[in-house]
């Protein structure tokens, strides 16, 4: 980074062309964030010329809804291709700036590295996104994407249904009746009331089994290291140990994702805890389940029942013996299969991959900072200053060590917990980074990126009086220990400064080095000559 800084940053100055869209006032259109979602250089510019000239293509992997294929259809150019091979799909995806997937696509890093750069967003349709490689992801800079609210209601239905109908036998007593049998005797069920159910994940779907098993007369408990107290009281719910859960449950529901915590989290030895007779529904994921053990336990009559929608291989194997298990209750992946859902959930992630093409930033990103969209739309104007403010410091720098300790300032009349700068420090990395290297970066690699270039960035917040209408006053940059063409530029105590602000919806320079004279600065910033204290 160091040995690029001079010559990166004459070539920047001197090349007026790309300055112009550098200007904190220019009135030109900017880029789209569509542009920051590449990964190389080279890439840039055929995604911008695309933005402008041509529709961007979108490759759907898998079944989607009708009314997410023609949202796509009304923006991007959209290939159906379903049941592509590992290497088809990696001969596929380097002509695609975007990908939709359920969970039976692997999104691998020979993926991300096929794409050569271009894919720009992978959008899951559902919540789980165990099937991509998120590393992958975000050291390529691809966004990933997904629709966590639409088929929440439908996973947690039908985790009530297998609930119920496992507690009723109601699949081996249907499948009797149809084989000519009477046996009312052999499938007397257990009735759930006043039964203990403990919900291991209490997350969106977890909540909505709590919230109906509640109605069903069960006790709930549950157990999730990240739940927060207070929304648990407020369904009734009591949060506990994972080892107290267990032991205590007379059912147990799964609700957690599938990492490497949770990769076979029921097994011989949680089993060996459990109280005896207990009862196991599965609407996550296959994984967290040791499939092997859950048989044994099941023969032990540690587990009188199970009910399962999901396999750690899908569709599992014909002769599978959990499959054909007497006790086992199970369903191929229904979990989001409801017409409601499949429609929802189709329009959540076309839209959220739309906007990402577009530029917008995702409230449902994965692999960057998750940020409420009504956040994003008030520091809209604040993200194109805080990049700006990042680009202009890195072209005062030259020689020296290159760019190693950055401190952030950020003037606001509001409270430090009620605003969120997370998307701001990404871009001032990308605006300090982009000019001295080849790297492309945006908002999902930025931290990677600096951290891999030794770049250390602080944040600091002076509070100030007044209204706290605005989340911000000012932003300030400051570069500590390095050297500048520009002596001027440099303050007494080495550092290089400058600090801009947002005035009706339009990011100005506000303040730099006092003194540096305009025909020093040629950043080409039209507040940099309007102002004469910079």
């Known amino acids: ?93 380097s002509l695609c700036d975007a990908l939709i997937v359920r969970s039976g696509t692997k999104v691998s890093r020979e993926v991300f590295e096929s794409s050569g750069g271009r894919l720009k967003v992978v959008g899951r349709a559902g919540v789980g996104i165990d099937n991509v490689d998120l590393a992958a992801a975000t050291e390529h800079g691809c966004l990933v994407v997904n629709a966590p609210t639409a088929n929440t209601i439908a996973a947690a239905e039908h985790g009530i249904a297998l609930l119920a109908a496992m507690a009723r036998n109601v ?29 291991m994940g209490f997350g969106k779907v977890g909540s909505e089994v709590a919230r109906r098993a509640k109605g069903l007369g069960m006790h709930v408990i549950a157990h999730d290291p990240y739940a927060p107290a207070d929304r648990a009281r407020a369904v009734g719910v009591e949060l506990v140990s994972f080892d107290e859960a267990i032991a205590t449950a007379d059912f ?6 599938l990492t490497p915590a949770t990769a076979k989290i029921l097994n011989d030895e949680t089993f060996a805890k459990m109280k005896k007779g207990v009862r196991i529904v599965n609407v996550a994921r296959g994984g967290v389940i040791d499939e092997d053990a859950l048989v044994r336990a099941l023969d032990a009559g540690i587990v009188a029942q199970a009910a399962l929608d999901v ?92 760019v190693k300790d950055v401190k952030v300032t950020y003037a606001s009349s509001r409270a430090p917990d009620d605003l969120d700068t997370r998307v701001l420090r990404a871009m001032i990395t990308k605006g300090l980074i982009e000019p001295i290297s080849s790297v492309f970066v945006n ?83 039209h507040e940099c000559r309007k102002d004469r204290s910079t």
């Open 311 to 402: 396999f750690t291989v899908e569709p599992p194997p014909q002769d599978s013996k959990l499959v054909q298990h007497e006790r086992v209750t199970v369903t191929p992946h229904l979990g989001a299969s409801t017409i409601e859902a499949q429609e929802g959930v189709a329009i959540e992630i076309a839209e959220a991959v739309v906007g990402a093409l577009k530029g917008e930033l995702a409230s449902t990103a994965v692999n960057a900072p998750m940020v409420p969209a009504e956040v994003l739309t008030e520091l809209k104007p604040y993200v194109v200053l805080a990049e700006k403010l990042g680009r202009l410091a890195v072209q005062l720098v030259s020689g020296g060590s290159g």
């Open 443 to 525: 908002l999902v690699n930025a931290d990677f990126s600096a951290k891999q270039r030794g770049l250390r960035l602080s944040e600091e917040r002076i509070h100030l009086d007044g209204s706290p209408e605005s989340p911000l006053d000012s932003i300030q940059v400051q570069i500590a220990n390095v050297e500048s063409k520009f002596a001027s530029a440099i303050s007494e105590t080495g550092e290089i400064k400058v600090e801009g602000r947002v005035k009706d919806g339009i990011p100005h320079l506000t303040k730099g080095r006092k003194r540096i004279r305009r025909a020093e600065c040629q950043c080409q910033l």
């Open 252 to 257: 147990i529901s799964l609700h957690m994702p």
């Open 171 to 199: 699949a081996q007593a249907d499948a009797s009746l149809k084989a000519g049998k009477w046996q009312r005797n052999k499938y007397v069920g257990v009735s759930l009331v006043g039964k203990t159910l403990a919900v």
């Open 1 to 93: 980074m160091a040995a690029t800084t001079s010559t990166a940053s004459s070539n920047i100055l001197t090349t007026k062309k790309n300055l112009s869209s550098l200007s904190l006032t220019s009135t030109n259109k900017l880029p789209t964030f569509s542009s920051l979602y590449s990964s190389s250089r080279r890439q840039r510019f055929i995604v911008l010329s695309a933005s402008l000239n041509s529709k961007p293509t979108v490759l759907v992997a898998e079944k989607l809804g009708e009314a997410g294929i023609n949202l796509l259809k009304d923006f991007a150019n959209v290939d159906c291709s379903y049941n592509l091979s590992p290497d088809e799909l990696c001969t596929k995806i």
